[in-house]
């Protein structure tokens, strides 16, 4: 029977994703809870025997070992047997009995008293996986006894490993199981799928907006940051590809991992104020020793020193963000400084959980038997405190272009004012002008032509020319032009009634 069940159901609710999110720690607390119980039976130790055979080895074989679960055993492949008697059913449970391994990192057979459950793909020539999702599988009714079940699995080492492990596995009811899948899938397959694709999509749309407008350097390393751990959180979901392409996604898994630490240790030192060019070069340079390192000593020698140093670059990335903090003070780098810090911790407990520290295991041994990491869960809320403050600093940006607009359209409405007026002023001015030339135009008239009509007529009344009529007529003549040329002279300003006298003397006439 081939592996089944692999996706997480259907129907999960905006309220139920929310609550896992911010319940991290309940992956595993329920899981202990319903192991405890009596619809659920949680063994801790099993025989081992470590062998390459593909055929389980004989139940009396003196080479079985008594040990616990969940332990690295040396050799690329090992048998383990585990015994437990059949879950008692309470009157809630439903669903067939079913297995539940957390992860399965090798592969290999599971088999329920001689009757095949599952084969899961395992590292060949042609295929290389690490197969960090849950399974749960059902377990056949038919094979199973009320007590004294035996389930023989053989476990792989995983793509590079030289040990082999078996998780602490549940045997329960689908009912009792199926949450405690539900939960670890989430966190370990759907949530960093989302975070690739989500990720890619922000990143890229980030650094186009970076791209057009270079002097906005946050922006920019915000964007490189959330693109280069997209691509290293899909390490969860591309957990098998064919092995001429392994060793190539590995180098680029390296190469985000570092560049994501060096790029937030570059946005930090920018948020703080202290950016300096060799120290920028400096950590540049060492992000591109990592695929160096893996193309010529393997990644087993990148895994321990090339990492070791991306840890002391996140030693410096906390101690530079509180004392960001510490001196500036604002609401900005002290949240900067706390998500920094969570996620420089969830580093080091990841690297517990893969070494087995003893503080761990002696402390919390479940929690590391799980192998539940967190810092790709503490690398998203940094990634979202980063955000969300970016985006608060757009907005604010915004509003106060707004605000300078609104001040430069009060000003401009002003200044248009100030042209009208203006305008009106000067156009008031140009009528008196022409109303000025006109009356000089007047002037010079009345001066010419009735200076010239006297000056006749006086020399006519000198020779005795003119009788007394003719110089009356004359007189009387050279008064309407002058009561015109008056008239053109006056204010524009008149009453009704001198205009509507001039009116009639003009019409009389």
Known sequence: MKLGRWACSEGLGTARLLAMLVACWLVVGPGNAAAQGLDTVSPTRAQVLVTDSAQPPAADDPRWQD???????????????????????????????????????????????????????????????????PLLLPLP?????????????????????TSTVLPRLVVGTDS????????????????????????TI?????????????????????????????????????DALPSGTWEAWRIVYHLCTGGFVVV????????????????????IGYW??????????????AARVWTAGLLLIGLLLVTVALAAAWRQRSAETVAIA???????????????????????????????????????????????????????RFVHSLNAVEAANRTLEARVQQREREIATSYQRIAALQREQAATDERQRIMRDLHDGLGSQLFTSLSRAERG????????????????????????????????????GNFRFRWDA
């Open 176 to 199: 009792e199981l199926q949450p405690m899948f539900e939960r670890r899938l989430f966190f370990v397959r759907t949530l960093p799928m989302l975070t690739w694709v989500a990720g």
């Open 264 to 283: 937030m240790a570059l946005y930090v030192l920018n948020l703080a104020g202290w950016s300096r060019r060799r120290l920028t070069h400096g950590l």
């Open 338 to 392: 706390a998500a920094v810090v969570l996620g420089v911790a969830a580093g080091i407990h990841d690297q517990w959980v893969a070494t087995r520290s003893p503080w761990l295991m002696q402390w919390l041994p479940e929690w590391g038997d799980h192998h539940l990491f967190l810092l790709h869960h503490a690398a998203n809320l940094l990634l979202l405190v980063m955000g969300v403050l970016l985006a608060l």
């Open 465 to 500: 020319a003119m009788d007394s009529g003719a110089m009356a007529d004359t007189l009387r003549g050279a008064i309407d032009q002058m009561r015109v040329a008056i008239e053109a002279l006056a204010s524009e300003e008149q009453d009704f009634d001198t205009a509507f």
């Open 141 to 161: 009714a038919s094979a199973l006894k009320s007590e004294g079940n035996e389930l023989l699995i053989q476990a792989h080492a995983e793509y590079q490993g």
């Open 67 to 133: 040990r616990p679960l969940a332990q690295d055993e040396p050799g690329p492949s090992a048998w383990y047997r585990v015994r437990f008697d059949r879950p008692v059913a309470s009157p809630e449970a439903s669903g067939p009995t079913m297995l539940y391994l957390p992860y399965f990192y090798g592969g290999g057979r599971i088999l329920i008293n001689g009757s095949p459950v599952a084969e899961v793909p395992r590292t060949t020539a042609s295929l290389r996986v690490r197969w960090e999702r």
């Open 202 to 238: 922000v990143g890229l749309l980030v650094l186009f907006i970076w791209l057009q407008r270079r002097e906005e350097v946050l922006y920019g390393l915000f964007g490189l940051a959330v693109l280069l751990w997209a691509q290293r959180t899909s390490t969860f979901v591309l």
């Open 288 to 301: 591109a020793l990592g695929p160096v390192v893996f193309l010529l000593f393997g990644e087993g020698v």
